[in-house]
């Protein structure tokens, strides 16, 4: 079903004297709202019977036992809608709506589950962790990180961890090339700084504005590590730093053989996965 709507009826009207807008009645608004709403819903309706289709054709094709979570289609998604034309809505409206419907569609092909590890600040990171996975998949608070890699590694499991000082969870990823993160937590830059990322068994790639994350034992003033990657061409930030492991988000999409990252010290180091950047709206 495509919906145009009519070219006869914009919402206003124009007082001959001057060019001051009339509003409408406010059950004429009313109605065309509930108008709006059916069709929405009836379109809803449509996109989540269409997931059916997707996992239906998945599994013709031999791909129905795979997770389905693909973060470079849900980026392009996204991105692909934020760029379209609009009047109204702002853009955090139309990321949490897309957001709830692909999580939607995802919990509709097959196994999902998000098991969340908060840290510190255990309420924020869940909130942040329904912000960006949605109403859908069933979530399970844990109280060790290592409980939350456990769940990531079972059919449609997401790990939430948050970025605690406690545990270096992160380097637990150098031992696990299966699992990688491919979410940083919250999904808005206009929430707040990164506090958890997500890590699951998917295949990552580019996305043209990506964040990529990479641990290392390297000692000594973080600012000098910064300071040296810099000189490679490598922008980094510090994110977190436990047990002697820091972890780094790098600006941009890295392979895991990229040769500056190579040159960069420390004995034990190596990227955990990468992400979409957070929307900056």
């Given at each position: 079903m495509?919906?145009?709507?009519?070219?006869?009826?914009?919402?206003?009207?124009?007082?001959?004297?001057?060019?001051?807008p009339?509003?409408?009645?406010?059950?004429?608004v009313?109605a065309?709202?509930?108008?709006v709403?059916?069709?929405?819903l009836?379109?809803?309706?449509?996109?989540?019977?269409?997931?059916g289709?997707v996992?239906?054709?998945?599994?013709?094709?031999?791909e129905g036992?795979?997770?389905?979570?693909?973060?470079?289609r849900?980026?392009?998604?996204?991105?692909?809608?934020?760029?379209?034309?609009?009047?109204?809505a702002?853009?955090?409206?139309?990321?949490?709506?897309?957001?709830?419907?692909?999580?939607?569609?995802?919990?509709?092909?097959?196994p999902y589950?998000?098991s969340?590890?908060?840290?510190?600040?255990p309420?924020?990171?869940?909130?942040?962790?329904?912000?960006?996975?949605g109403?859908a998949?069933?979530f399970?608070?844990?109280?060790?990180?290592e409980?939350?890699i456990?769940?990531?590694?079972?059919?449609?499991?997401?790990?939430?961890l948050?970025?605690?000082?406690?545990?270096?969870?992160?380097?637990?990823l150098?031992?696990?090339?299966?699992?990688?993160?491919f979410?940083?937590?919250?999904?808005?830059?206009?929430?707040?700084?990164?506090?958890?990322?997500?890590?699951?068994e998917?295949?990552?790639?580019?996305?043209g504005?990506?964040r990529?994350?990479?641990?290392?034992?390297?000692p000594?003033p973080?600012g000098?590590?910064?300071?040296?990657?810099?000189?490679?061409g490598?922008?980094?930030?510090?994110?977190?730093?436990a047990?002697?492991?820091?972890?780094?988000?790098?600006?941009?999409?890295?392979?895991?053989?990229?040769?500056?990252?190579?040159?960069?010290?420390?004995?034990?180091?190596?990227?955990?996965?990468a992400?979409?950047a957070?929307?900056?709206?």
């Amino acid at each position: 079903m495509t919906y145009r709507p009519s070219l006869q009826n914009t919402g206003t009207a124009m007082d001959a004297s001057d060019s001051t807008p009339t509003a409408r009645p406010l059950e004429a608004v009313r109605a065309r709202l509930d108008e709006v709403d059916r069709r929405l819903l009836e379109l809803i309706d449509e996109r989540a019977a269409l997931a059916g289709e997707v996992a239906a054709a998945k599994a013709a094709a031999g791909e129905g036992g795979r997770f389905a979570l693909r973060p470079q289609r849900e980026a392009e998604v996204v991105r692909n809608l934020l760029g379209r034309s609009r009047t109204a809505a702002p853009a955090g409206l139309i990321v949490r709506i897309w957001r709830e419907l692909m999580s939607d569609s995802l919990s509709r092909q097959g196994p999902y589950h998000v098991s969340v590890y908060g840290g510190q600040t255990p309420d924020g990171v869940r909130e942040a962790a329904r912000m960006r996975f949605g109403a859908a998949p069933p979530f399970t608070a844990v109280s060790r990180p290592e409980d939350a890699i456990a769940a990531a590694r079972t059919p449609g499991g997401v790990a939430v961890l948050a970025l605690d000082t406690r545990t270096p969870w992160w380097g637990r990823l150098l031992a696990e090339p299966a699992l990688r993160v491919f979410a940083a937590l919250p999904c808005l830059n206009a929430w707040g700084r990164p506090t958890a990322l997500a890590v699951a068994e998917v295949e990552i790639g580019p996305t043209g504005g990506d964040r990529t994350y990479w641990v290392t034992d390297a000692p000594g003033p973080p600012g000098r590590l910064v300071e040296a990657l810099s000189k490679d061409g490598v922008a980094a930030e510090l994110l977190a730093d436990a047990g002697g492991l820091r972890l780094f988000e790098l600006v941009g999409y890295y392979q895991s053989d990229d040769e500056r990252l190579a040159r960069a010290p420390g004995r034990l180091t190596g990227v955990i996965g990468a992400a979409s950047a957070p929307l900056d709206l």
